[in-house]
């Protein structure tokens, strides 16, 4: 199994940045993908999630401003973000299970994550 996320980068407050993430090795059209972040000294936190049939989950603090993707004919799952504030600098990471949830510690599979930056 392998989820590889890309698209990370440095973008001044109020910028825009969209997040990929290529999964291999399992059935990828089956599983929640999600997508977390992680800020220094803080806790590892859902973002978004979209179950396999494409309904999405956000948390409070991205909605309105963050959209999540999949294509399941890429094996891919995005994560366009939309004002971005110095809060949101983090590694943000993709996982994948069979059943939604908000928990880090319930997905099964992990990529090494895409480190945001926002700061002007």
């Known amino acids: 199994v392998q989820l590889q996320a890309s698209g990370g980068g440095l973008v001044q407050p109020g910028g825009s940045l969209r997040l990929s993430c290529a999964a291999s090795?399992?059935?990828?059209?089956?599983?929640?993908m999600g997508w977390f972040r992680q800020a220094p000294g803080n806790e590892r936190e859902l973002v978004a999630a979209?179950?396999?049939?494409?309904?999405?989950n956000y948390a409070d603090f991205v909605k309105g401003r963050f959209t999540i993707s999949r294509d399941n004919a890429k094996n891919t799952v995005y994560l366009a973000m939309n004002s971005l504030t110095p809060e949101d600098t983090a590694v943000f990471y993709c996982a994948a299970d069979l059943y939604y949830s908000r928990y880090s510690n319930n997905y099964a599979f992990w990529g090494l994550g895409t480190l945001v930056t926002v700061s002007s």
């Open positions: 979209i179950t396999s049939g494409g309904i999405s």
């Open positions: 090795g399992f059935t990828f059209r089956n599983y929640v």
